[in-house]
């Protein structure tokens, strides 16, 4: 006989003691995890330099200690308890628990401790010497410690041998994008690509739009306020969170009521801060957004992945922070702080300074166009090193020459080049493509969001940025790990990922921006 | 037949396998440790405050680890096994670290690891208590915090159980000054308060010294900048520390690299941060005198007690900071970074406004004679409360007593009172007395050190201080933990601990400041 009362998300505590020894040990991981979340915050914001060697070390320890709670057996005995009991899996939230613990639990069996132990060192020490090599503009610096990480990557890639393909990239882009293949996003970025091209051609041929001013000099202090006003407004809640300076900005979710943001000024160029300062609390309302005060260990109260994670940095850093109804508010409160905005500045104005398509070297000061560019290369040669189709010597030479052919962009020097981004001296492979699927994730979200609440540009000329984020809550951030994030993307906007979103909001954009209708 | 040559004191490292595996699992011990004295910074200086439960979970599971691996029976079978060769045992750093370990092992294997978790959760949601009650100046708020603080620490101190005198506090001292007891301590206290009496009434029924001046404000930006330049030239390394601001300033040794000072400004006063900043990098200068780098998780890594560790702050703080010598200097340079003293001010006077006795109810601002009956307040205090003598509802009043029996002060509040120090709230019992005992140490060292090195004087006069760190680093700061407190005291100074040369330094100083020999 069926029971009468259809069965609960959640399982009531007492229902299945295996699953209660499963959440218990998974806080256990979850809050040692949280420690080394608080000290990688540490190592960018605060750690003096002659502490690498020690944080590396502690980073070591906390990763093989998180890595033995995860593989435990009597984590794979609950597992195995949990997915019995019908009437437990027949629990929505508890189902979707034990799906994405058995996942984890699998593939954490097939990495050694010691490998994930020399991972988090490796990392950990070659961050510090990335910064040196930077500071030098010397790559050569660099070299045998991306070296060793990027061996240590494609070990790690063939002891979790996710690829049905045999692309062992495949594997690294599953620990951020459960279910996406690499010979899946060669389809989505192709799309992208030949949609891209017509409209950067376009671009490049018509007049520069008529912008006048697109950035100042303002005092660090008062752009610090501005972007902490601006981050507040968004929703952060600064009693849960901080932000701070550090050389790449970060958003670190350390564990529930502690959400960390970084940005850096540049005292001669204030936009820049704010979208860099918008896109990571972007990232922290999703970490401030999950469910962890009471599911912390749970997959319900992790991120679905980091594709979706980009997707809320960049739909408020670009879609609401580089949109025309937020641009006339955010000038208006720009002269109420006594920012230097030229008397004669109107927001159409500071919209299409925002907007104009610049190539240039760096990722994270492109225009939302061209960005997608810099993730593909990324994306093409990380894969072709992981496949050990591309040595690490002549990395630096595959850079630039793809930067000449994808942007006809000049990289003066590996400060420019190969050593502009954190990811790789981290120990951090397969994560590049995510920031362009969440560029894809975004729009499509942004689509359906403004389909949901048809009074969002007008909300936004007002500085009230509420609607979006209630939006975002209900549709993305209460459900953590839930879904995965093809089946969120699904659910939130009625489609899978597609670049039509992306390419049509681009178009739109820049046929505006550069008066192409004319 | 004796070995032709003498053993040197440490072992080549393939003499014995077990004393290898010995100082691998306790160097793991002290990075796991290491991670939880930078979060417990973090607490501090940094952590949002909604983050207060993570970080009590955080502190109670880093803790029953770093317990876990102490009390390991693989840890007990090494010790036994390195006990047992005597040709190890006859290296005289292995055999002092050897000793050490097996004490640390037994006691740890006293204390139940969930009682270790419990006491460190306690303590770090205690401290955030207590910030709050001393917020609203309000006891009361911080009593259910207090009770469970002190009755996890009686209970700890019955399982440890070290007196022979049936005395429970005996264990907390234990853990903080090893060797000694309480009833040593009220010998070794009795006599100083018995020598401090007469001094205390000749200075007040003396006239007040001619001070003119003894603080004055001067912007928070320039005090800190003059503090860092005041604890560089002390020798404390900036490039493997920190200085920051916290309520309760402090140090904490994170482990090689890596140990960071905090102090507090107040904008109106800048003597009292500085002198507050020369204690603090006392401390760190012992931390980063302790061979870290190459025996971490060793005991001739370790300080040697707390009592050694305040020693070297409070002789930074005084003997150097408030005496004669310095004060020269210290105008010159208050001069020269643009401090507000008066245009007529000279030396004398400075030093005079430095060490005026002055009874008040805060025990960091008081003077160097009344600061010891603060302390023994605390220890008598506490005592009884771990005796079971005095409940946490009489203690206001009990210190409030005690304040105006011992020192003449009427407490305003318990901001004033009983809520003045973080200690209790940390769970910190055992640890007061220590202050005082650093003092006796200091006054002993301080008399060798000018012994052994004449010119002094003159050397902190002209503002060298390099002088005074050199004679530390050789005397205390590269043993470590090689020998007992008491014993590393006799060996610097030719004595054992005693009230005596504190005394004479402190008549010799008060009969100067106030004339009494006129």
């Known amino acids: 006989m069926p029971p009468s009362v259809p069965p609960s998300p959640d399982p009531p505590p007492e229902a299945n003691p295996a699953y209660a020894v499963l959440l218990a040990r998974m806080r256990d991981a979850a809050v040692l995890a949280s420690a080394g979340f608080a000290l990688a915050w540490d190592r960018e914001v605060a750690m003096p330099p002659a502490a690498a060697g020690l944080r590396a070390e502690q980073a070591a320890l906390l990763s093989g200690r998180v890595h033995a709670l995860r593989t435990a057996s009597e984590v794979g005995d609950a597992l195995a308890a949990c997915e019995a009991d019908a009437a437990l899996m027949a629990c929505t939230d508890a189902a979707a628990n034990v799906r994405n613990l058995r996942r984890d639990h699998d593939l954490a069996l097939r990495l050694p401790g010691r490998l994930v132990a020399e991972v988090a060192q490796a990392g950990s020490l070659a961050v510090h010497h990335w910064r040196a090599a930077r500071e030098a503009d010397d790559a050569d610096l660099f070299t045998p410690w991306l070296q060793r990480n990027a061996l240590l990557a494609r070990e790690m890639a063939d002891a979790l041998g996710c690829s049905s393909a045999g692309d062992p990239y495949d594997a690294l882009l599953e620990t951020h994008e459960p279910g996406m293949r690499a010979a899946e996003l060669d389809g989505l970025f192709g799309e992208l690509r030949a949609g891209l091209a017509p409209l950067l051609a376009a671009v490049a041929e018509a007049a520069p739009p008529e912008t006048g001013w697109t950035d100042a000099a303002w005092p660090v202090e008062a752009q610090a306020a501005f972007g902490r006003a601006v981050a507040a407004r968004m929703g952060f809640d600064f009693a849960a969170g901080r932000l701070d300076v550090s050389t790449h900005p970060m958003c670190v979710g350390v564990g529930p009521g502690d959400t960390r943001l970084t940005t850096r000024y540049d005292p001669a160029r204030f936009l820049a801060a704010l979208h860099g300062t918008m896109h990571e609390a972007g990232h922290g309302l999703y970490e401030q957004g999950l469910p962890k005060a009471e599911r912390l260990g749970q997959p ?211 046929r505006a921006v550069y008066r192409l209708d004319r």
Chains 1, 2 share one sequence.
């Open 300 to 510: 319900l109260a992790r991120p679905a992945s980091t594709g979706i994670h980009e997707s809320q940095a960049r739909l408020w850093e670009n879609f609401v922070g580089r949109g025309r109804p937020f641009c006339g508010w955010m000038l208006d409160e720009l002269r109420r702080a006594g920012a230097p905005v030229p008397v004669g500045l109107n927001a159409e104005t500071v919209y299409r300074g925002l907007n104009v398509v610049r190539p240039g070297p760096i990722r994270v000061a492109s225009d939302e166009a061209t960005y997608n560019l810099h993730v593909m290369l990324r994306f093409d040669l990380e894969r072709a090193l992981i496949r050990g189709d591309l040595s690490i010597a002549d990395l630096s030479g595959a850079w630039n020459e793809r930067m000449r052919a994808d942007l006809g962009v000049e990289v003066r020097g590996p400060r420019e080049g190969v050593l502009q981004d954190i990811h790789w001296a981290m120990g951090s492979f397969g994560y590049f493509p995510t920031y362009a699927l969440g560029n894809l994730y975004a729009a499509q979200l942004w689509e359906a969001l403004r389909e949901a609440v048809p009074e969002v540009d007008a909300q936004l000329a007002r500085g009230e940025l509420g609607g979006v984020l209630a939006w975002l809550r209900a549709h993305v951030h209460a459900h953590g790990r839930r879904h995965s994030p093809a089946d969120l993307c699904l659910r939130a906007t009625g489609r899978p990922p597609t670049p039509e979103p992306l390419l049509r909001y681009l178009d739109s954009k820049l």
